[in-house]
Protein backbone atom coordinates (compact mmCIF):
# COMPACT_ATOMS: atom_id res chain seq x y z
CA UNK A 1 0.00 0.00 0.00
CA UNK A 2 1.68 3.44 -0.82
CA UNK A 3 2.08 6.11 1.13
CA UNK A 4 -0.81 9.09 1.02
CA UNK A 5 -0.03 11.38 -1.42
CA UNK A 6 0.85 14.34 1.47
CA UNK A 7 3.21 11.81 3.47
CA UNK A 8 5.18 10.84 0.39
CA UNK A 9 5.31 14.20 -1.04
CA UNK A 10 7.05 15.31 2.28
CA UNK A 11 9.37 12.59 2.10
CA UNK A 12 10.33 13.22 -1.32
CA UNK A 13 11.23 16.98 -0.27
CA UNK A 14 12.96 15.83 3.00
CA UNK A 15 15.04 13.84 0.68
CA UNK A 16 15.69 16.77 -1.96
CA UNK A 17 16.58 19.22 0.94
CA UNK A 18 19.35 15.97 2.23
CA UNK A 19 20.47 15.68 -1.83
CA UNK A 20 20.57 19.38 -2.46
CA UNK A 21 22.05 21.02 0.53
CA UNK A 22 22.61 18.06 3.04
CA UNK A 23 19.98 19.61 5.48
CA UNK A 24 18.17 16.59 7.49
CA UNK A 25 15.11 16.83 9.32
CA UNK A 26 14.09 13.75 11.32
CA UNK A 27 11.21 12.25 11.40
CA UNK A 28 10.57 13.71 14.81
CA UNK A 29 10.70 17.10 13.29
CA UNK A 30 8.02 16.48 10.44
CA UNK A 31 5.80 19.17 11.96
CA UNK A 32 8.26 21.97 11.96
CA UNK A 33 9.47 20.98 8.03
CA UNK A 34 5.45 21.26 6.85
CA UNK A 35 5.25 24.38 9.04
CA UNK A 36 7.59 26.36 6.74
CA UNK A 37 7.09 24.55 3.79
CA UNK A 38 3.20 25.93 4.28
CA UNK A 39 4.35 29.20 3.75
CA UNK A 40 6.53 28.71 0.48
CA UNK A 41 3.09 26.98 -0.57
CA UNK A 42 0.84 29.73 0.31
CA UNK A 43 3.45 32.21 -1.41
CA UNK A 44 3.55 29.96 -4.69
CA UNK A 45 -0.50 29.03 -5.38
CA UNK A 46 1.21 25.07 -4.43
CA UNK A 47 -2.02 22.92 -3.49
CA UNK A 48 -0.56 20.10 -1.52
CA UNK A 49 3.29 19.00 -0.65
CA UNK A 50 2.88 15.99 -3.86
CA UNK A 51 3.32 18.80 -6.10
CA UNK A 52 5.36 20.89 -4.47
CA UNK A 53 7.72 18.13 -4.18
CA UNK A 54 7.42 17.46 -8.22
CA UNK A 55 8.22 21.19 -9.03
CA UNK A 56 11.00 20.92 -6.43
CA UNK A 57 12.68 17.62 -8.53
CA UNK A 58 11.53 19.48 -11.52
CA UNK A 59 14.56 21.39 -11.74
CA UNK A 60 13.14 24.10 -13.73
CA UNK A 61 11.12 26.40 -10.87
CA UNK A 62 14.61 28.24 -9.84
CA UNK A 63 12.76 30.58 -7.62
CA UNK A 64 10.45 27.97 -5.81
CA UNK A 65 13.69 26.10 -4.57
CA UNK A 66 15.39 29.20 -3.10
CA UNK A 67 12.02 29.76 -1.52
CA UNK A 68 11.95 25.72 0.12
CA UNK A 69 15.85 26.79 1.04
CA UNK A 70 15.47 29.39 2.91
CA UNK A 71 12.52 28.33 4.52
CA UNK A 72 13.99 25.19 5.51
CA UNK A 73 17.27 26.35 6.47
CA UNK A 74 17.76 27.56 10.44
CA UNK A 75 17.85 31.75 10.67
CA UNK A 76 17.31 31.95 14.58
CA UNK A 77 20.48 34.28 15.24
CA UNK A 78 21.49 37.05 17.64
CA UNK A 79 24.38 38.61 18.74
CA UNK A 80 26.99 37.31 21.39
CA UNK A 81 25.47 33.87 20.98
CA UNK A 82 26.98 31.63 23.38
CA UNK A 83 29.42 33.61 25.14
CA UNK A 84 31.66 30.29 26.78
CA UNK A 85 32.61 30.12 23.01
CA UNK A 86 33.08 33.56 22.23
CA UNK A 87 35.74 33.90 25.43
CA UNK A 88 37.92 31.21 24.10
CA UNK A 89 37.95 32.71 20.69
CA UNK A 90 39.38 35.74 22.64
CA UNK A 91 41.55 33.92 25.04
CA UNK A 92 43.17 31.42 22.88
CA UNK A 93 42.50 32.00 19.24
CA UNK A 94 42.67 35.84 18.90
CA UNK A 95 46.16 36.27 20.66
CA UNK A 96 47.59 33.36 18.40
CA UNK A 97 46.22 35.61 15.31
CA UNK A 98 47.23 39.33 17.01
CA UNK A 99 50.64 39.33 14.79
CA UNK A 100 49.13 38.71 11.91
CA UNK A 101 49.56 40.97 8.43
CA UNK A 102 45.90 40.15 7.54
CA UNK A 103 43.13 38.37 9.18
CA UNK A 104 41.24 35.78 7.68
CA UNK A 105 37.87 34.37 9.38
CA UNK A 106 34.88 32.31 7.79
CA UNK A 107 31.60 32.63 9.26
CA UNK A 108 30.29 29.75 7.48
CA UNK A 109 26.82 29.50 8.40
CA UNK A 110 26.68 32.83 8.70
CA UNK A 111 22.57 33.62 8.40
CA UNK A 112 22.18 37.21 8.51
CA UNK A 113 25.48 38.44 9.46
CA UNK A 114 25.14 38.71 13.45
CA UNK A 115 28.16 36.43 13.89
CA UNK A 116 30.23 37.68 11.60
CA UNK A 117 29.65 41.04 13.08
CA UNK A 118 29.91 40.02 16.31
CA UNK A 119 33.67 38.71 15.93
CA UNK A 120 34.52 41.90 14.26
CA UNK A 121 33.43 43.52 17.82
CA UNK A 122 35.64 41.06 19.56
CA UNK A 123 38.42 41.65 17.56
CA UNK A 124 38.35 45.29 17.72
CA UNK A 125 37.95 44.97 21.55
CA UNK A 126 40.84 42.52 22.03
CA UNK A 127 43.28 43.97 19.51
CA UNK A 128 42.42 47.53 18.81
CA UNK A 129 40.34 49.42 16.25
CA UNK A 130 43.38 49.16 14.38
CA UNK A 131 43.14 45.74 14.08
CA UNK A 132 39.73 45.79 11.86
CA UNK A 133 41.61 47.66 8.76
CA UNK A 134 43.96 44.15 8.19
CA UNK A 135 40.72 42.06 9.40
CA UNK A 136 38.88 40.09 6.88
CA UNK A 137 35.65 38.29 7.71
CA UNK A 138 34.05 36.36 4.82
CA UNK A 139 30.20 35.22 6.13
CA UNK A 140 28.70 32.63 4.00
CA UNK A 141 24.93 31.06 3.94
CA UNK A 142 22.89 29.05 1.05
CA UNK A 143 19.95 31.67 1.50
CA UNK A 144 19.95 34.66 -0.52
CA UNK A 145 17.26 36.28 1.70
CA UNK A 146 19.39 36.86 4.64
CA UNK A 147 22.71 37.10 2.64
CA UNK A 148 21.09 40.37 1.44
CA UNK A 149 19.94 41.68 5.20
CA UNK A 150 23.64 40.49 6.52
CA UNK A 151 24.59 43.11 3.62
CA UNK A 152 22.07 46.09 4.80
CA UNK A 153 23.44 45.66 8.80
CA UNK A 154 20.41 46.85 10.00
CA UNK A 155 18.87 44.73 12.92
CA UNK A 156 16.03 44.78 15.47
CA UNK A 157 16.69 45.70 18.82
CA UNK A 158 16.06 42.46 20.72
CA UNK A 159 18.58 40.96 18.03
CA UNK A 160 20.96 43.17 20.64
CA UNK A 161 19.66 41.97 23.64
CA UNK A 162 22.99 40.45 25.00
CA UNK A 163 25.26 43.11 23.33
CA UNK A 164 26.64 44.81 26.34
CA UNK A 165 25.49 48.70 26.67
CA UNK A 166 28.65 49.72 26.11
CA UNK A 167 29.15 47.76 22.98
CA UNK A 168 25.82 48.42 21.40
CA UNK A 169 26.43 52.58 21.97
CA UNK A 170 30.38 52.49 20.62
CA UNK A 171 29.20 49.95 17.26
CA UNK A 172 26.03 50.47 16.71
CA UNK A 173 23.76 53.52 15.25
CA UNK A 174 20.20 54.08 15.46
CA UNK A 175 18.48 53.21 12.43
CA UNK A 176 14.70 53.78 12.94
CA UNK A 177 12.36 52.37 15.03
CA UNK A 178 13.90 50.17 17.77
CA UNK A 179 16.54 49.35 14.73
CA UNK A 180 20.69 49.47 14.79
CA UNK A 181 22.72 49.71 12.32
CA UNK A 182 26.52 48.63 12.46
CA UNK A 183 29.25 50.83 12.43
CA UNK A 184 30.69 51.52 8.76
CA UNK A 185 34.41 50.44 10.51
CA UNK A 186 32.59 46.94 11.06
CA UNK A 187 30.95 46.73 7.48
CA UNK A 188 34.17 47.45 5.38
CA UNK A 189 35.85 44.12 7.22
CA UNK A 190 32.35 42.19 6.75
CA UNK A 191 31.55 40.30 3.44
CA UNK A 192 28.79 38.15 2.37
CA UNK A 193 27.84 35.55 0.01
CA UNK A 194 25.61 32.85 -0.65
CA UNK A 195 26.92 29.61 -0.66
CA UNK A 196 26.34 25.55 -0.12
CA UNK A 197 28.07 24.00 1.90
CA UNK A 198 27.51 20.34 0.28
CA UNK A 199 29.24 22.00 -2.59
CA UNK A 200 32.57 20.65 -2.41
CA UNK A 201 35.84 21.57 -2.66
CA UNK A 202 35.37 25.21 -1.74
CA UNK A 203 36.17 27.87 -3.97
CA UNK A 204 38.58 30.15 -1.96
CA UNK A 205 42.03 31.44 -3.31
CA UNK A 206 43.69 32.31 0.47
CA UNK A 207 43.15 29.93 3.01
CA UNK A 208 41.89 31.01 6.38
CA UNK A 209 43.29 30.93 9.83
CA UNK A 210 39.66 29.89 11.73
CA UNK A 211 36.82 29.20 10.67
CA UNK A 212 33.21 29.02 12.35
CA UNK A 213 30.78 27.26 11.71
CA UNK A 214 28.24 27.03 14.33
CA UNK A 215 24.52 25.29 14.92
CA UNK A 216 24.18 23.57 11.51
CA UNK A 217 26.39 20.35 11.40
CA UNK A 218 23.65 18.99 13.42
CA UNK A 219 21.03 19.57 10.76
CA UNK A 220 23.24 17.08 8.37
CA UNK A 221 23.56 13.37 8.12
CA UNK A 222 27.25 12.33 9.68
CA UNK A 223 28.64 11.44 6.26
CA UNK A 224 27.82 15.20 5.13
CA UNK A 225 29.38 16.59 8.68
CA UNK A 226 32.40 14.73 8.00
CA UNK A 227 32.81 16.00 4.17
CA UNK A 228 31.99 19.12 5.53
CA UNK A 229 34.45 19.21 8.21
CA UNK A 230 37.20 18.11 6.01
CA UNK A 231 36.85 20.33 3.46
CA UNK A 232 36.78 23.53 5.79
CA UNK A 233 40.04 21.67 6.70
CA UNK A 234 41.05 21.74 3.25
CA UNK A 235 40.98 25.96 3.09
CA UNK A 236 42.18 26.12 6.29
CA UNK A 237 45.52 27.11 7.49
CA UNK A 238 47.86 24.39 8.91
CA UNK A 239 47.84 25.37 13.08
CA UNK A 240 44.42 26.94 12.07
CA UNK A 241 41.40 27.19 14.11
CA UNK A 242 37.64 25.21 13.73
CA UNK A 243 35.03 26.90 16.31
CA UNK A 244 31.39 24.88 16.28
CA UNK A 245 28.63 24.97 19.21
CA UNK A 246 28.90 23.72 22.52
CA UNK A 247 26.18 21.18 21.34
CA UNK A 248 27.87 19.78 18.15
CA UNK A 249 30.27 17.10 19.43
CA UNK A 250 32.65 16.19 16.64
CA UNK A 251 35.05 14.53 18.88
CA UNK A 252 34.13 10.88 17.22
CA UNK A 253 34.53 11.86 13.55
CA UNK A 254 37.94 10.88 11.88
CA UNK A 255 38.84 14.54 10.71
CA UNK A 256 41.84 16.75 10.59
CA UNK A 257 40.65 18.55 13.61
CA UNK A 258 42.15 18.01 17.07
CA UNK A 259 39.82 19.55 20.01
CA UNK A 260 41.32 21.58 22.21
CA UNK A 261 38.51 22.72 24.64
CA UNK A 262 34.56 22.84 24.38
CA UNK A 263 33.23 23.92 20.84
CA UNK A 264 37.31 24.49 19.79
CA UNK A 265 39.11 22.94 17.77
CA UNK A 266 42.34 22.62 15.97
CA UNK A 267 43.65 21.44 12.48
CA UNK A 268 47.29 19.39 12.70
CA UNK A 269 50.32 20.38 11.80
CA UNK A 270 51.38 18.63 9.14
Given at each position: ????????????????????????????????????????????????????????????????????????????????????VLEAFCARILPDLAGRDEIRIWSAASSTGDEAYTLAILVAETLGMAALQRLRILGTDISAPVVEQAEQAIFPEQRLERVPPELRRKYFEPAGLAQYRIRQELRDCCTFRQMNLKTTPYPFRKAFQTVFCRNILYYFEQADQLATLNAISDVTE??????????ENIRDLPTPWVPVENGIYRKAMP
Open positions: MSAPPDIAGCDAIRGWLAQRCGIHYPQHKTDLLRQRLARVQRAFTVPDLAELARRLNAGTHHDLQLAVLHAASTNHTYFFREAEPGGWLVTSVT
